[in-house]
């Protein structure tokens, strides 16, 4: 197999996403890697010139319901099972 991804591309990759690999890792993905891209030359190589294009892979069309207004909750209904609220507001602990 021809080398299309070198060791040192996966490492560069790995370094950009915070990664660290053992040798053994790099060398698996770096065979992965080649793997993957040969297979899409194997894809590249397809004569797919008399293929309809499809822009729908499943029959389904839109599924989105319309949207229908209904009645709303008010504010005391809606926290009246709150663990916590402030006011007309839930209240929830800090992210950051």
């Known amino acids: 197999m021809s080398e299309l991804i070198s060791k040192d591309v996966v490492l560069h990759v790995a370094w950009l996403a ?17 793997e993957i891209l040969l297979y899409f030359r194997k894809l590249d190589a397809v004569d797919t010139s008399n293929v309809p294009l499809e822009l729908y892979v499943t029959p389904l069309k839109n599924i989105a319901r319309d949207d229908i207004v209904g009645v709303s909750l008010n504010p005391d209904e809606a926290l009246k099972n709150a663990p916590k609220r402030e006011g007309r507001y839930f209240k929830a602990p800090k992210m950051m």
Do not use: A, G, H, P
């Open 18 to 34: 915070r990664i660290f690999l053992t040798d053994e890792q790099v060398e698996e993905m770096t065979k992965q890697f080649n």
